[in-house]
């Protein structure tokens, strides 16, 4: 499972309340920062994303992303990581 979220950090609400459910949930994820990367901005744009954070989730050759603050794409990816760990 690989679990990256690409963010604004400052005063990005979406993008905090991203991270903390995760946290929440004990769900290990790597932060990539599109305000001090260029190519990781290029990458989302290229995407078709404009709204941080992009949050991409790959387990076992399948991928979902999305981008903004989507609690139930979130709440969908604990459920998964959840009881893969069970």
Do not use: H
Not at 9 to 33: H, L, M, N, S
Not at 47 to 53: E, I, R, V
């Amino acid at each position: 499972m690989t679990l990256t979220i690409y963010t604004k950090p400052a005063g990005c609400f979406a993008c905090t309340k991203t991270k903390q459910k995760f946290t929440d949930a004990g769900i290990a994820f790597r932060e990539v920062d599109l305000t001090t990367n260029p190519a990781a901005l290029e990458f989302v744009e290229d995407l078709g994303f404009a709204q941080a954070p992009v949050v991409l989730y790959e387990r076992e050759g399948s991928e979902d992303c999305w981008s903004g603050l989507n609690p139930g794409k979130i709440a969908q990816v604990i459920a998964i990581e959840t009881a893969a760990a069970a």
